[in-house]
């Protein structure tokens, strides 16, 4: 299980949907909770394939905001080796 919460984001994440709904009806108990799909968490684009069971983080909107910040917006990009 994975729970990350920063000051009134949180985002959780489970193997297992009970284990994911058990905790989200404890942390009812005592917090204003309000559950939904996640897009975005922090800036981060939240990318998520079911079908293989993977997840993917994206922070493509701050990277384009630096680069027009530093008028970079337009430079030649080149590719990562794996």
Known sequence: ML???YVDDGIAAAKNKK???KL???LKEFLELT???????LGFQ???DRKNRTID???SHYVDK???KYKMSNCN???TPE
């Open 24 to 26: 989200t009806s404890y």
């Open 66 to 68: 630096i680069l027009d």
């Open 57 to 59: 983080l994206s922070q």
């Open 46 to 48: 939240v990318q998520r």
């Open 3 to 5: 729970l990350a919460i």
């Open 77 to 79: 990009a080149i590719s």
């Open 35 to 41: 559950t939904m799909e996640c897009n975005s968490y």
């Open 19 to 21: 284990i994911l709904d």
